[in-house]
Each structure stands twice: as C-alpha cells, then as structure tokens.
C-alpha cells in the first residue's frame, strides 16, 4: 500500500500539482484558496510565485504553457473575475503543456465580500470542469485535468469551496510524474487572437464541447450508486457528502465530479428511474436546471420543488443538518439556555496592529468620506473607529474615492473631501491603475497606502515590496512611494502611523491640498516575521510594553477608544493585558491623564 | 457508528493543533477521519471551530450537524455557550474555566457574562477544567491545550491509542515530555 497522509484539500491539490510533473505555479492570495500556493512552493521542483494579482497570474502561467511547462494557477472565486479575462480568451487557444485553473468559492461567506457560484464561469467560458468532494478527489481530479488539458488542448476549471479547502481526509501518496518540456512550436493562427484567427478557434471550441460532452456521459467521474431505492440523489463537490449523511441507503446517488458538460442522457436515464430526484448543491442551480432540461421538470427537487415554491435555501452553506431539516421537515430542537449570556466576537485588529493608529485619527473626522478596500484594514468600517463608508473589491478603494470626490464637487461650495484607503499588497494587486486614474482625469482624492510590508489578512504572504519571493529567494524590492511619484502624484508623504499627532498634521495637510495626494503609513504587520529589511528599518519594534500608573488613572475610559484587545477597564481602572500588549504607545497618547507608560 | 467531537475556542489558544493531533491519531487506530475548521479571520481574535468525525466505517460529511455532536470541548468558556446548540442529547460538554473577553466587552459595551457554567450544566452534562492552573503545574501555560485534548481522549476513551509517539513527531523534542504530562493529566480529570 502506498503511503496516507492526512491532508486538507488545499494540501491535496498542491500534492496533485506536485505529481503531475507540473513546472510552473502562480496565484494571488485569497481565503480559502491561500494555502494551495504556500503549499506548492514547498516543492522544489515547481516554480512557484506570488503574482501581483489573479490576472497576472493566470496570464504568467498561460504564458508558462505556451512555453512547454505545465502550468497552474489559483485563486479565490472572486479572484477569477479578475482573471476572467484571459480565462475566457485562453479556452479559444488552449496551450502548449497542459494548463490548470483552480477557483475556490465561499458558500456561505465565512471571509469574503460575495457568494458567486463560479460554476457558471465554466459554462460561460466554455471551459471543462472538475468538483473534487474530498482531499483524494482533490489529488486525484488535479492530475487527471492535465491529461484533459493536454488531450483536448483546453484550459481546465477545478471548482472547491471552503469546506473542500479546509478539511481533511486520506490521501495515497504517488511519485512525481516526469514531464519535460514540450517543445514550443511557432502557430500563430492557434494563439494570435485577431479576429479571422478567433473565429476559427471558436468554431473549435464547439467541436471540443461535442467531444467532451461525450465523454462526461462515461467518465469515471460521474457514477451512479444504485442502491435499489425510488428517491434519487444528484449531487457534486463537498454537498454529495452532506447529502450522503441525510439520506444514506436509502436512496440512490448520481454523482457528479465533471460538472461542465454535464451528462445529459445519463441525468435523463437517472432521472427516469426515480419518481422523486433531490438534486443538492450550494450555491446557484446550475445541475438544477439541467435535471429540468433532462426531463425532471415534475420529479426535481433542488433550490425548487416541482411547484416553483422555495425548497432547499438559496444561499448559504448546505450542511446534512440543513439538507435534513428541509427533506424531514423537523429541525433539531434547539437546546433551552440563556442566549443573552452568548456576546458576539467580531474580529478585531490586533493588539499593536500599525493600522489602528491612522484609523482612530480618521474616525475623528466628521469632513470625509472614506472608501476602503480588502484587507485587514476593512475593520476600520467597526466600531470604535466607525471610519469607512464604503468598500467592494480589490483596488476600488482609489477609483471609488476618485467618483464619490467629482460627484461631491459637481455641488458648488463642496468642503467634503474624500479618502481612499488600501493596504500595500493591495495597491499592487489593482491600485495602481486607480491611482494614474486620479492623476490622468485631475481627480482630487486623498489616497492612503496602509503600507505594513505584508500581505496581512490572508496570513502573511509576500509580495513586491517585501523583498522576498514564494519560494522565500531574494528580489527586488519595489518602492511604493518610487511608483506613486511616476504616475504623476506630487503630494506624498510618508509616516509613522503610531504617531497620532503626526497622523492627525498630515491629514490636515492632504485635506487642505486642491490636488491629489498620496499619504503612506509605513511600519510592519505586529504580526510578521520581521525580515532584516524590518530589523534594520525598525530595531526597537515591539519590544515595549505599556503599563497604566493606577495612581493617575481616573478611569475616564478614553484609551478604550484605540479598539485595543489588550486594554480593558476593571474596578475603576484600566488594565493592560501584558501578555497582548507590544508598546505601540496609542492609547498612552490617547490618555488624558498621562496615566500610561 | 460515527464520533462527532467539536472543539470550539479563540484564535490564538492552540485549537488548531489540538485538532491536528487528535486526527493524527484516530488515523492511526484506523478510524476514516473527516476533519473540518473554519479559521478566516480567526487571527484577529475571532472565535474558531474544529469539527471532527470519525468512524470504522466511511465518513461522509466533515462538518458536525446540529444537535449532533458528542462532545464539546471549549477553550473558552462563552464558547461553550455559543456552540452549544451542536451538542446531541446525553452528550458532554467539557470547559476550561477561562475568560478571553471579545471586543464588546473590552471596549466597556458589554460585560462578561455570569454564570455561563450553570447555564451549560442546565442543558449538559458539564466538565469544568481549570486548564491555565493545570498547565501552571505542569510547568507551561501553554500547554492548556493538551489537557483540553486529554479530556476528549479520557471521555471518548481513545487512551490505547499511542499519543506518545504522535506527539513526538509533531511537536519539538524540548516540549514532548510537557505535552505528554498535560495530555496524561487531562485524561485524569476528565474521568
């Protein structure tokens, strides 16, 4: 017996990668997606690299295919629309060395903006798709999508969700496939797009859908669990799982692990052999509608019963609990206690986060609007801070202050200015364009570049101004404030954002400007493993700690204002937490009394 | 028959590693193990969940249904509270007697519950552990975790399960010996 190993299905597709003799691996980090790259980079034998954002990196590794590697990239669902794109260019071409795309979807939102069910993508792009359920599938699907890439000439979707990603199950552990580089061979009517050339690939990306749909009616992916039962079960990725604790024996399965095309005739023959088919799935109704197409229309139900009423919910993760509540119609009693003694845990920025000093200066202001973006820095929209307004997708933090500033001034006497507020890997990722935006049609916003040498949120990536690669090898380190200068930005300035007074002067400073500026706020993530770039810029960063003078302190709760875990108020009197606190010195600022050392 | 076990707590507190070893070693008796966490912005001090199924038959499904679980270990004590809808009928609940107040509470808006431990005891048959003291005894507050681990292993009685070895070849060989001591103490009190 080959070796198991526990691993996450993030764990398993990196695994996979590894095996299939890929060469090349690009992504941009994104929840629950991060770890498949981390993991990748791991292995040797792959280059592995962090892009500035998803297209990039969907474009190095189509790029890396051409070439003769097999190439790979991953992203969050909504990084794909970033990358949608090329994704939609390259399945007219297909590569060289087969080409695998991984897009990880959120049912039920647990750390992102939207619960968009990517599915579509590959029925929109015409694209081939697997949906692993479990960590081997995960292993299994990902070396298997290289053949199909190869085989059919096509790029190909695997779709996993969180709970795909982020649990565990065995996996057998193989060698490494050998796969040299294909020889790259000059054919410019496959790959320069111009119009006479995408024509014809288009018209072969049909004759490439006949084929497959063909073979998705055979392939070992999508089997049938015949267990004498006149319910039937059709589902795919982690919810044929869930569906399996519900109905266990007791019905019989369709299920589907290569999802675009789907299998219409063997949906249709399932179909008809059951009087009442559930068809369970998160997110939209994709498999839905083709039991409808296949004949199902009176026994199918999905998101729908035959009625058009509501059956399973629309949104939300479908756990076996959930699945079980609507099929029996009798939820779990809900044990009795007190729910009151229940309070909420919302995330918080971490005790000397170099966030929280700009962001308690900027809840002060009552003359701005401020848009955010994604990242850590989201939670200055939460209370104590209440200081954002809005936010949406990466890098719309700049363009969105730059409309909301021209619409603001098309009102004569307008004094509201406007902030746009974005952390450094940010500002790499889709910033930038934002940013020349400004400059290019004489915008006035303020833009702040939350600068804390990192990518933070996503658990400490890096990226181009750190200095370091994926694979941990030295580069360059790109300057931030070195790329605001050449779009065009004449106003720029570059602080401590622990200092409040200095935060407070500079803000007024770029308010007061009747052209754009650009603050940078640099120091390092509290929680980064400090590079000797860190060690050498900040030798004394928290290596402090703060103290409350019991004596002064009159207990008036102002350094409660900072937001900082570490600091509370008992009997009168705050309190620091010794074992949180690392001295960033805000709330001794904050302090009125000079209570805080 | 599948195991439902749930550990619940606070980004920060070692949940995660607990979980680890715990799979690890269910794997080695040969159970199929499913393992599920949800950990997202768990590291801003959120609250942090590990599911964890295990059967000698197949194991569908990862996450724990409601009502399902067969015990609950919380690392911390509101935790306990707000998972506790997980817990099936007769089964146990076991809570480290320790307060991490959130964001509500620091910031003055809310105060830390009372009386959390007769609420669960309302509902569950409840363990209180005094995981921070043990841990001081044995010589580290941050083995706290461990004897939470124990308390799962002694209650589910896995003890023949040879954690000595999964412990050394998962944690650095000066901190064997001290997990080792916390997961046996564990196992002691939750008998």
């Given at each position: 017996?080959?070796k198991q190993q526990l691993m996450t299905g993030n764990e398993a597709?990196?695994?996979?990668?590894?095996?299939?003799?890929?060469?090349?691996?690009?992504?941009?980090?994104?929840?629950?997606?991060?770890?498949?790259?981390?993991?990748?980079?791991?292995?040797?034998?792959?280059?592995?690299?962090?892009?500035?954002?998803?297209?990039?990196?969907?474009?190095?590794?189509?790029?890396?295919?051409?070439?003769?590697?097999?190439?790979?990239?991953?992203?969050?669902?909504?990084?794909?629309?970033?990358?949608?794109?090329?994704?939609?260019?390259?399945?007219?071409?297909?590569?060289?060395?087969?080409?695998?795309?991984?897009?990880?979807?959120?049912?039920?939102?647990?750390?992102?903006?939207?619960?968009?069910?990517?599915?579509?993508?590959?029925?929109?792009?015409?694209?081939?798709?697997?949906?692993?359920?479990?960590?081997?599938?995960?292993?299994?699907?990902?070396?298997?999508?290289?053949?199909?890439?190869?085989?059919?000439?096509?790029?190909?979707?695997?779709?996993?969700?969180?709970?795909?990603?982020?649990?565990?199950?065995?996996?057998?552990?193989?060698?490494?496939?050998?796969?040299?580089?294909?020889?790259?061979?000059?054919?410019?009517?496959?790959?320069?797009?111009?119009?006479?050339?995408?024509?014809?690939?288009?018209?072969?990306?049909?004759?490439?859908?006949?084929?497959?749909?063909?073979?998705?009616?055979?392939?070992?992916?999508?089997?049938?669990?015949?267990?004498?039962?006149?319910?039937?079960?059709?589902?795919?990725?982690?919810?044929?799982?869930?569906?399996?604790?519900?109905?266990?024996?007791?019905?019989?399965?369709?299920?589907?692990?290569?999802?675009?095309?789907?299998?219409?005739?063997?949906?249709?023959?399932?179909?008809?052999?059951?009087?009442?088919?559930?068809?369970?799935?998160?997110?939209?109704?994709?498999?839905?509608?083709?039991?409808?197409?296949?004949?199902?229309?009176?026994?199918?139900?999905?998101?729908?019963?035959?009625?058009?009423?509501?059956?399973?919910?629309?949104?939300?993760?479908?756990?076996?609990?959930?699945?079980?509540?609507?099929?029996?119609?009798?939820?779990?009693?809900?044990?009795?206690?007190?729910?009151?003694?229940?309070?909420?845990?919302?995330?918080?920025?971490?005790?000397?986060?170099?966030?929280?000093?700009?962001?308690?200066?900027?809840?002060?202001?009552?003359?701005?609007?401020?848009?955010?973006?994604?990242?850590?820095?989201?939670?200055?929209?939460?209370?104590?801070?209440?200081?954002?307004?809005?936010?949406?997708?990466?890098?719309?933090?700049?363009?969105?202050?730059?409309?909301?500033?021209?619409?603001?001034?098309?009102?004569?006497?307008?004094?509201?200015?406007?902030?746009?507020?974005?952390?450094?890997?940010?500002?790499?990722?889709?910033?930038?364009?934002?940013?020349?935006?400004?400059?290019?049609?004489?915008?006035?916003?303020?833009?702040?570049?939350?600068?804390?040498?990192?990518?933070?949120?996503?658990?400490?990536?890096?990226?181009?101004?750190?200095?370091?690669?994926?694979?941990?090898?030295?580069?360059?380190v790109v300057d931030i404030e070195g790329i605001v200068k050449a779009?065009?930005?004449?106003?720029?300035?570059?602080?401590?954002?622990?200092?409040?007074?200095?935060?407070?002067?500079?803000?007024?400073?770029?308010?007061?400007?009747?052209?754009?500026?650009?603050?940078?706020?640099?120091?390092?993530?509290?929680?980064?493993?400090?590079?000797?770039?860190?060690?050498?810029?900040?030798?004394?960063?928290?290596?402090?700690?703060?103290?409350?003078?019991?004596?002064?302190?009159?207990?008036?709760?102002?350094?409660?204002?900072?937001?900082?875990?570490?600091?509370?108020?008992?009997?009168?009197?705050?309190?620091?937490?010794?074992?949180?606190?690392?001295?960033?010195?805000?709330?001794?600022?904050?302090?009125?009394?000079?209570?805080?050392? | 028959?599948?195991?439902?076990?749930?550990?619940?707590?606070?980004?920060?507190?070692?949940?995660?590693?607990?979980?680890?070893?715990?799979?690890?070693?269910?794997?080695?008796?040969?159970?199929?193990?499913?393992?599920?966490?949800?950990?997202?912005?768990?590291?801003?001090?959120?609250?942090?969940?590990?599911?964890?199924?295990?059967?000698?038959?197949?194991?569908?499904?990862?996450?724990?249904?409601?009502?399902?679980?067969?015990?609950?270990?919380?690392?911390?004590?509101?935790?306990?509270?707000?998972?506790?809808?997980?817990?099936?009928?007769?089964?146990?609940?076991?809570?480290?007697?320790?307060?991490?107040?959130?964001?509500?509470?620091?910031?003055?808006?809310?105060?830390?519950?009372?009386?959390?431990?007769?609420?669960?005891?309302?509902?569950?048959?409840?363990?209180?552990?005094?995981?921070?003291?043990?841990?001081?005894?044995?010589?580290?507050?941050?083995?706290?975790?461990?004897?939470?681990?124990?308390?799962?292993?002694?209650?589910?009685?896995?003890?023949?399960?040879?954690?000595?070895?999964?412990?050394?070849?998962?944690?650095?060989?000066?901190?064997?010996?001290?997990?080792?001591?916390?997961?046996?103490?564990?196992?002691?009190?939750?008998?």
């Amino acid at each position: 017996m080959s070796k198991q190993q526990l691993m996450t299905g993030n764990e398993a597709i990196a695994r996979g990668v590894y095996e299939a003799g890929v060469r090349f691996a690009a992504a941009y980090p994104g929840t629950p997606s991060t770890e498949i790259l981390e993991n990748i980079a791991s292995y040797k034998e792959i280059s592995a690299q962090w892009s500035p954002n998803e297209k990039v990196a969907l474009e190095v590794a189509y790029g890396a295919s051409i070439g003769g590697a097999r190439s790979f990239a991953s992203m969050k669902h909504v990084g794909l629309n970033v990358a949608a794109d090329p994704f939609f260019t390259i399945a007219y071409t297909g590569g060289n060395a087969g080409l695998v795309v991984v897009t990880a979807d959120e049912p039920g939102q647990h750390s992102s903006q939207n619960e968009q069910d990517n599915r579509n993508y590959a029925r929109h792009a015409k694209v081939p798709m697997l949906e692993p359920s479990d960590s081997t599938e995960c292993k299994n699907m990902t070396k298997f999508a290289f053949e199909l890439s190869e085989k059919y000439e096509t790029p190909v979707l695997i779709r996993v969700t969180t709970r795909v990603c982020h649990s565990k199950s065995l996996v057998s552990l193989e060698e490494r496939q050998d796969k040299p580089i294909v020889p790259y061979v000059k054919n410019a009517a496959k790959y320069v797009c111009v119009p006479a050339n995408a024509r014809v690939r288009r018209a072969e990306v049909e004759k490439r859908l006949d084929a497959l749909k063909e073979y998705s009616e055979n392939c070992e992916w999508n089997v049938i669990e015949d267990n004498g039962s006149g319910i039937g079960v059709i589902a795919s990725g982690m919810a044929i799982n869930y569906a399996k604790e519900v109905f266990g024996k007791d019905a019989d399965y369709l299920k589907l692990g290569f999802t675009f095309p789907l299998p219409l005739k063997k949906i249709e023959s399932f179909v008809k052999k059951h009087s009442k088919v559930y068809v369970i799935e998160e997110n939209d109704e994709y498999i839905e509608d083709a039991v409808k197409m296949a004949g199902g229309r009176d026994v199918c139900f999905g998101k729908y019963a035959p009625d058009g009423s509501r059956f399973l919910p629309a949104f939300g993760e479908l756990t076996s609990d959930v699945i079980r509540r609507v099929v029996t119609g009798k939820a779990v009693p809900a044990a009795s206690f007190d729910r009151s003694k229940v309070i909420g845990r919302p995330p918080a920025l971490c005790a000397g986060c170099p966030h929280r000093g700009f962001f308690f200066e900027l809840g002060k202001r009552k003359d701005v609007i401020v848009s955010g973006d994604i990242g850590c820095y989201t939670l200055g929209f939460a209370s104590p801070y209440n200081a954002m307004d809005c936010n949406c997708c990466m890098g719309a933090s700049v363009s969105g202050a730059n409309g909301i500033q021209k619409a603001l001034d098309m009102v004569e006497g307008n004094t509201k200015r406007v902030i746009g507020v974005l952390g450094d890997s940010t500002f790499f990722h889709s910033g930038m364009t934002s940013l020349l935006d400004i400059v290019y049609n004489k915008g006035n916003a303020i833009t702040v570049i939350l600068d804390n040498r990192i990518t933070g949120m996503t658990g400490h990536q890096q990226n181009p101004g750190t200095g370091f690669t994926a694979q941990g090898e030295e580069t360059t380190v790109v300057d931030i404030e070195g790329i605001v200068k050449a779009l065009g930005i004449k106003n720029i300035r570059i602080i401590d954002p622990n200092d409040l007074k200095l935060v407070r002067e500079t803000l007024d400073w770029a308010i007061s400007l009747k052209e754009p500026s650009v603050i940078i706020t640099r120091y390092p993530c509290v929680l980064k493993k400090m590079s000797y770039y860190d060690k050498n810029e900040w030798p004394d960063a928290y290596k402090n700690k703060c103290k409350v003078d019991t004596d002064k302190c009159i207990g008036c709760k102002a350094c409660l204002r900072s937001g900082c875990p570490a600091i509370s108020v008992k009997d009168k009197k705050a309190v620091i937490d010794g074992t949180m606190c690392v001295g960033c010195t805000v709330c001794k600022q904050i302090c009125p009394k000079a209570a805080i050392n | 028959m599948t195991k439902n076990i749930l550990l619940v707590g606070v980004g920060g507190q070692g949940t995660i590693l607990a979980s680890k070893i715990l799979t690890l070693g269910l794997q080695k008796a040969n159970y199929d193990v499913k393992m599920s966490e949800i950990h997202g912005m768990s590291q801003r001090g959120g609250s942090v969940t590990s599911h964890i199924r295990y059967s000698e038959d197949k194991v569908y499904s990862p996450v724990i249904e409601l009502g399902q679980a067969d015990v609950i270990v919380a690392f911390e004590k509101m935790e306990a509270l707000r998972y506790l809808d997980y817990l099936k009928k007769g089964g146990k609940v076991f809570v480290n007697n320790f307060e991490i107040p959130g964001m509500p509470i620091t910031s003055g808006q809310a105060e830390y519950p009372k009386g959390i431990i007769e609420e669960l005891r309302k509902v569950a048959d409840t363990t209180v552990i005094e995981a921070d003291l043990e841990a001081e005894k044995i010589g580290n507050p941050k083995v706290m975790n461990m004897i939470l681990l124990g308390t799962i292993i002694g209650s589910m009685k896995l003890d023949h399960i040879d954690w000595d070895t999964i412990l050394s070849e998962n944690v650095k060989p000066q901190f064997v010996e001290l997990n080792k001591a916390a997961i046996r103490r564990g196992i002691e009190l939750s008998k």
